[in-house]
């Protein structure tokens, strides 16, 4: 038998299926192959050397070697558990719905060092560093889906070439913000001047400011509706851990 060819990566888990009695099947992202499909044996075993390894979210250097069309856990060291996910039930149904909604435009054999880098900030931002899940997630729904080839046009009216939009929609279907007198029956979402300015700071400015702005409720409330509307109709299909984080949300902090 020829001698297995272990290779070794950094990956982040973004879903775990259980497997026979004692494996898992994980959906990692890397960087140089994208989204790839692991087996990790024994994972579910008491006391197994991969267990800490095999959980959503973590971030680990693996030992892989491949059979066949699929990828096999040899060894794994976590790097990072984003632990303060693990202590708040909205904070981590949200990272849930920030993987399914990563792992859904990430491409297999494809390198993803930019939506690896978006989601693992977006991680960072909702575990340690405080920031609310009403602001983290328009933010990072917008950039992850620029990232992905699917960039709104924020710049002016698009219909009429004003240099600003006048009471600004963003057409979701089309892409395209315009003034709202300008709509031609598309799939509207009323926004704000602050709300477009948010939104070009969030397409076009530097990774590691991503979340550094703020709105008022309303305005957050409005980018929000966009950011879910425009990936609605973008990629075509909806997203149970987002209707999962909608449904626990305390009705005074749901947007």
């Not at 992202?29 to 197994?48: D, F, H, W, Y």
């Not at 909205?90 to 990430?106: D, I, P, Q």
Request: net charge neutral; hydrophobic share 45%.
């Amino acid at each position: 038998m020829a001698e297995q060819v272990k290779t070794v990566t950094h990956g982040l888990v973004l879903r775990e299926t259980e497997t026979k009695e004692s494996d898992k099947i994980l959906t990692v992202l890397t960087a140089q192959e994208g989204k790839i499909s692991v087996i990790a044996r024994g994972a579910r075993r008491k006391n197994s050397r991969l267990a800490a390894a095999c959980q959503l979210f973590v971030w680990s250097e693996m030992t892989l070697y491949k059979r066949g069309n699929w990828y096999y856990l040899d060894a794994a060291e976590p790097v990072e558990l984003f632990g303060g996910l693990q202590t708040n039930l909205v904070n981590f149904s949200l990272a849930a719905y920030l993987c399914e909604l990563t792992e859904f435009v990430a491409g297999e054999d494809t390198p993803a060092q930019s939506l690896l880098r978006l989601l693992l900030n977006g991680l960072y931002a909702l575990a340690y560093l405080g920031k609310a899940p009403s602001l983290v997630k328009p933010a990072f729904t917008f950039r992850l889906l620029a990232l992905s080839g699917f960039e709104p046009m924020t710049e002016g009216c698009a219909v009429c070439g004003a240099e600003t939009a006048d009471a600004p929609v963003l057409d979701v279907v089309q892409g395209m913000v315009h003034c709202r007198k300008c709509g031609a029956g598309g799939e509207d979402l009323p926004l704000s001047q602050p709300c477009l300015a948010a939104l070009r700071h969030i397409l076009h400015g530097p990774d590691k400011k991503l979340y550094s702005f703020s709105l008022q409720k309303n305005d957050l409330r409005l980018l929000d509706r966009a950011a879910e509307a425009f990936a609605a109709a973008q990629l075509e299909r909806s997203f149970r851990t987002l209707a999962y984080y909608k449904s626990i949300l305390p009705r005074e902090e749901y947007l």
